[in-house]
């Protein structure tokens, strides 16, 4: 069966600090891999897609970014964080249109 | 591009009513419309999709019906329990592909309160 993982769970880091999120599916092979943020009891805001291992498409321009070093692995990164980037981070994975969400990551910027 | 709107924001019901959520897309082009239900601080779980060239479908208790011509769908919860308390999502297709990609616009969630 298809799982998807995502690490870690929980996440408090100072303004400024770097970021690394993961993202890593099982039971399936070349899928679309996604990046989402959702603020505080606010709806879902698509930050990155991929299609393919090192094909990365960003929506929103920000202090973040995606990677995909490997067929099933996405990773969000951040150099210098900013309060603004707290929220709940999502992965998701699908082939064609079909979307598949990962547990998220919260993330508190103090 | 895409634009769904998703009403009501906010949805109490007591245990056994039915609940109704409806959304709105702007693209006539968009032929997949799935739901999302998030329990608090987890990430959203699909209950429901529906295509373009069906005009309802059916799960349990859950439904999803969907008007083409006006540009609407709706999932319809029947009998509720508590445990469907939690924010529900809609989506539509924006058409937009590259490469098999195919991006979901979603609307701003819906809380729904089953009260035992």
């Known amino acids: 069966s298809q799982t998807i993982h995502q690490w870690p769970a929980t996440l408090v880091q100072p303004v400024g600090s770097p970021l690394s999120l993961e993202c890593t599916v099982e039971g399936t092979s070349n899928p679309n891999l996604y990046w989402y943020r959702q603020a505080a009891g606010r709806g879902l805001q698509l930050l990155f897609y991929s299609v393919g291992i090192g094909q990365i498409s960003s929506e929103v321009p920000q202090n973040l970014s995606a990677s995909r070093p490997q067929d099933r692995q996405f990773i969000l990164s951040s150099k210098k964080l900013l309060l603004s980037d707290s929220g709940f981070y999502l992965c998701?994975?699908?082939?064609?249109?079909?979307?598949?969400f990962g547990p998220g990551t919260r993330l508190t910027v103090l | 591009g895409e634009n769904v709107e998703q009403h009501p924001s906010t949805l109490s019901v007591q245990e056994g009513d039915s609940a109704v959520i409806k959304c709105t897309y702007s693209?006539?082009?968009?032929?997949?419309f799935p739901w999302y239900k998030q329990e608090l601080g987890k990430g959203p779980q699909l209950i429901i999709d529906?295509?373009?060239?069906?005009g309802e479908k059916k799960d349990q208790r859950i439904a999803v019906t969907l008007n083409k011509t006006a540009k609407h769908f709706s999932l319809h919860i029947t009998e509720t329990q508590p445990e469907d308390s939690a924010v529900y999502f809609c989506?539509?297709?924006?058409?937009?592909?590259?490469?098999?990609?195919?991006?979901?616009?979603f609307g701003a969630g819906t809380r729904l309160a089953v009260h035992p």
């Open positions: 693209d006539s082009a968009s032929n997949y």
């Open positions: 989506a539509a297709s924006d058409p937009v592909f590259s490469g098999g990609y195919n991006k979901l616009i």
């Open positions: 998701a994975f699908g082939r064609t249109d079909t979307q598949y």
């Open positions: 529906i295509r373009s060239n069906v």
